[in-house]
């Protein structure tokens, strides 16, 4: 099993950055492939990013690519989510969750359903 911990959210202007954190508990942090989803008010909650267990590949929602940068440090076991250009629909609460069977790509690993761990969700507030 795997315990996930978000932290690093909070409130940051149009054009402000912030970085996600997600410490993940457990010895196999190593074999499981990371993703952040965010959900905000009345709305499904919708894939952002996900990364391979070696960080060898990634993937991003249109809407993020070239703003947002996900990462991992098998080390410390955790991943992060690196968000610049920040704008005001990027307000949502964000979740890191885990899984070992996500085949990453736009087609294969996008659902929240084919993920098993979540953690508790982070708030991220973007002020115009």
């Known amino acids: 099993q795997v315990q996930l911990v978000e932290s690093g959210g909070g409130l940051v202007q149009a054009g402000g950055s912030l970085r996600l954190s997600c410490a993940a508990s457990g010895r196999t942090f190593s074999r499981y492939v990371m993703g952040w989803f965010r959900q905000a008010p009345g709305k499904e909650r919708e894939f952002v990013a996900a990364i391979s267990w070696s960080g060898g590949s990634t993937d991003y929602v249109d809407s993020v690519k070239g703003r947002f940068t996900i990462s991992r440090d098998n080390a410390k076991s955790t991943v992060y989510l690196q968000m610049n250009s920040l704008k005001p629909e990027d307000t949502a609460v964000y979740y890191c969750?885990?899984?070992?069977?996500?085949?990453?790509?736009?087609?294969?690993?996008?659902?929240?359903?084919?993920?098993?761990?979540w953690g508790q969700g982070i708030q991220v507030t973007v002020s115009s």
């Open positions: 969750a885990a899984d070992r069977g996500v085949v990453i790509g736009p087609r294969t690993g996008r659902s929240p359903r084919l993920y098993d761990y």
